[in-house]
């Protein structure tokens, strides 16, 4: 989970589940995994594991990261909660 999970206090493990990197773009598909720990989008800590999955596409120019496009899929986490109807996605 890119910023949410850690903001919620919990350490997130990221596995790379495929990598495609076609100049200058780079585009990732990652497996996430953490544990509930503080509030996220309003949903108070669980302390539940949970998992979900994001995709994202990195644009490199002279060697940096030029530009970041990516997608987590909140509403599967949020499942994992038992709060999908009750959190604020904003």
């Known amino acids: 989970m890119a910023c949410e999970p850690s ?26 995994t953490g544990t509930h720990r503080g509030p996220f989008v309003g949903v108070q800590a669980t302390g ?3 998992s979900t999955q994001e995709f994202a596409f990195y644009r490199v120019d002279a060697g940096r990261l030029a530009e970041v496009w990516g997608m987590a899929f ?17």
Do not use: C, K, M
């Open 7 to 32: 903001s919620a206090g919990s350490p997130t493990i990221a596995g790379l589940r495929h990598l495609v990197v076609d100049p200058p773009w780079i585009a990732a598909h990652l497996a996430d």
């Open 48 to 50: 539940r594991s949970v």
């Open 74 to 90: 909140h509403v599967h986490l949020l499942e994992q909660l038992g709060s999908a109807g009750e959190a604020r996605l904003s």
